[in-house]
């Protein structure tokens, strides 16, 4: 007796990262599920960090009239009230507060040994508290725009598509939603399933942007 296993082909990254486009047009009876997007997020903090320490949160606005609110702090952006649900990533700028449970929890997982784990966190405690926040808002800026790429990819090879929205009024959500005085807003993605295609668009040359040295 012979049996047949049916495999689903899974695209490849190069056909996830060709085929994502911001899409500003959402299907508004398309709901994804809270729990499939914590599984998003759960893999988009894969993403590489300073340190390992991981300065971003989430804040993931799903309920339709709430929605409705955000989308006036959002300059009237379509996609916040018709897409599945927004992902508000904010930076964390002190995120020198997780260095001790970060470490532990690699060498708890048995990542590390206890003398390196000690290490590390000495020498993460003599950068990132002295450091000026200008400096840490840069670090935290760019590793929630590192996650916030990797969420929008892993939302395409699921069928969803995405757009980032940098424009909002940061200070207004900020209030809006109790963000304390260590996170920063930073941006809005849209999540849901596109109602027309995206505009498509090109890109400057590779010739005119990479130097080979």
Do not use: C
Request: hydrophobic letters at 40%; proline letters at 5%.
């Amino acid at each position: 007796m012979t049996t047949t296993t049916t495999t689903t082909n899974q695209p490849s990254i190069s056909e996830v990262i060709r085929e994502r486009h911001s899409v500003r047009k959402y299907d508004s009876s398309v709901k994804i599920s809270r729990e499939e997007i914590a599984e998003m997020l759960t893999e988009a903090t894969l993403a590489p960090s300073s340190s390992n320490l991981q300065p971003w949160k989430f804040i993931v606005i799903d309920d339709q009239e709430v929605k409705k609110e955000l989308r006036q702090i959002a300059y009237n952006q379509e996609p916040v009230e018709t897409s599945s649900a927004v992902i508000a990533v904010l930076g964390d700028k002190e995120m020198h507060q997780n260095i001790e449970k970060v470490y532990r929890s690699n060498f708890e997982a048995g990542f590390m040994d206890e003398a390196n784990m000690h290490r590390l966190i000495e020498s993460a405690n003599n950068t990132y508290p002295s450091a000026p926040e200008e400096i840490r808002k840069n670090i935290a800026s760019f590793d929630a725009g590192l996650v916030s790429m990797q969420l929008m990819l892993i939302a395409k090879a699921r069928g969803y598509d995405t757009v980032p929205m940098g424009g909002f009024d940061k200070q207004k959500f900020a209030e809006k939603f109790q963000v304390s005085n260590r996170y920063m807003p930073i941006v809005l993605i849209a999540l849901g399933k596109a109602a027309a295609p995206a505009f498509q668009t090109t890109r400057i040359p590779t010739k005119e942007i990479v130097e080979f040295i």
